[in-house]
């Protein structure tokens, strides 16, 4: 990967000209590929449904573990799953260059499989007596958390703010990276997901901090690294060693920040934490759709310093909301 200076001072980029090529799927993959736009949205939408059993698996761990561990626990499962994330854009990029884009999803869906098929012969069979409830309302009192916890107000819009922040930076990454004067492949691309590795490996030394009570402080101090982030990644035109420390910076703030969240409300509700967790996860999912949605249209606009702005101008509205709400967390 070319790490040199590269147009020194330059922080817009062009995009390529002309629409990407896609390549037919190969003989054998004809019947299993989606057919039209439509089809692959709808199956997208379906393994965004399906994909909230990861955070079932953190509420899962808090649940398991004494109370006095449980903030650790949750970082090491956190960490587990940002660790997944970053390494399969790599992962993805490799087996893009080497067997085509189609690939990807196939080999997603095998080890899913066998993930599942892991889970279900490792995970305890835990399952703790409560009394019977009908699922419309147990999905009603969802609802009802937000009603009665503020505190899981406050952290669910933390959460919508600091994973749009995330996704600003990861969506229209690879627009500039792959255009001129970087040219990058999908290889290359995905290697900056390793970047991101030490972020999620912060988040486990995090949970100890909550478990001693420093959530606050913690969560304060990772929102200005998130604000601070956006300035190398800014001039990443001077240097993609530029992007790769702001990639680790923003990493380590948002995981941190997410680690928190979680530890926080699962302490307020131990017998409501798959709840809680779902309910936190509905922000979590609006502000990563939001900021998808927000980078591309302020990279059309504004190129490469429109995205860092609106990283930036998140990162600085998250830090007031948190200084405004600062009594609810104690």
Do not use: K
């Amino acid at each position: 990967m070319n790490m040199q200076v590269v147009n020194s001072g330059a922080t817009s980029f062009e995009q390529s000209d002309g629409p990407p090529r896609v390549a037919p799927p190969p003989a054998g993959l004809s019947r299993l590929t989606a057919p039209n736009a439509a089809m692959l949205l709808a199956s997208l939408a379906v393994v965004g449904l399906l994909a909230v059993v990861v955070q079932v698996l953190v509420a899962f761990a808090a649940d398991l573990a004494v109370a006095s561990q449980r903030g650790r626990a949750v970082g090491t499962v956190t960490s587990g799953v940002i660790l997944g994330i970053l390494l399969a854009r790599f992962a993805s990029g490799v087996v893009a260059d080497f067997a085509g884009w189609r690939w990807v999803y196939l080999v997603s869906a095998m080890l899913t499989l066998v993930m599942a098929m892991v889970l279900y012969l490792i995970l305890p069979r835990h399952e703790v007596r409560r009394p019977r409830t009908s699922y419309p309302r147990l999905l009603g009192s969802v609802l009802l958390l937000f009603v009665q916890e503020p505190l899981l107000r406050v952290r669910a819009v933390l959460a919508m703010l600091i994973f749009a922040s995330f996704n600003v930076l990861w969506a229209p990454l690879v627009l500039p990276l792959s255009a001129e004067p970087f040219s990058l492949s999908h290889t290359e691309i995905g290697l900056f997901g390793l970047a991101g590795v030490a972020g999620a490996l912060g988040a486990r030394w995090t949970g100890g901090l909550v478990d001693r009570g420093r959530g606050q402080l913690v969560t304060g101090l990772s929102l200005l690294l998130m604000m601070a982030a956006w300035l190398p990644i800014a001039f990443m035109g001077m240097s993609l060693w530029l992007l790769v420390a702001g990639i680790v910076m923003l990493d380590l703030a948002i995981q941190a920040i997410h680690v928190t969240n979680q530890s926080l409300i699962f302490a307020r509700g131990p017998d409501a934490r798959s709840r809680l967790v779902g309910g936190y996860m509905i922000f979590y999912s609006v502000g990563s759709a939001l900021g998808s949605i927000a980078s591309t249209m302020a990279y059309g606009a504004m190129g490469w310093n429109g995205v860092c702005v609106l990283g930036a101008g998140i990162g600085l509205l998250a830090l007031l909301f948190w200084a405004l709400t600062l009594r609810v967390g104690r």
